[in-house]
Nanobody, 115 residues
Framework: QVQLVESGGGLVQPGGSLGLSCSAS????????MGWYRQAPGKQRELVAV???????NYADSVKGRFTISRDNAKNMVDLQMNSVKPEDTAVYYC?????????WGKGTLVTVFS
């Protein structure tokens, strides 16, 4: 079993920046993919960004150029730096990990972009 703990959510004004962090713990042998998804009120959960163990990244078109995902393989951590945030970035952000084919989710952290 793998446990995920997210941190860093909160309130931010449009155009501002916010960083999210997720730490994985438990029985971990090899984490292939780590990433972030988000779910806005009344909408389905959607991909924000993922990063493969070799550093390859994939971003949703809506966040390209504004968000940056990074990971520390030694510490089993994944971060999301959110810059130039917009009101439509408001959502609960969930950490995601694929460990040897097993998918785990964090409990989520709320990000609210307000004017």
């Amino acid at each position: 079993q793998v446990q995920l703990v997210e941190s860093g959510g909160g309130l931010v004004q449009p155009g501002g920046s916010l960083g999210l962090s997720c730490s994985a713990s438990g029985v971990i042998l090899s984490i292939y993919t780590m990433g972030w998804y988000r779910q806005a009120p009344g909408k389905q959960r959607e991909l924000v960004a993922v990063i493969i163990r070799d550093g390859t990244t994939n971003y949703a078109d809506s966040v390209k150029g504004r968000f940056t995902i990074s990971r520390d393989n030694a510490k089993n951590m994944v971060d999301l730096q959110m810059n130039s945030v917009k009101p439509e970035d408001t959502a609960v952000y969930y950490c995601y990990v694929n460990e040897r084919g097993n998918v785990y989710w964090g409990k989520g952290t709320l990000v609210t972009v307000f004017s």
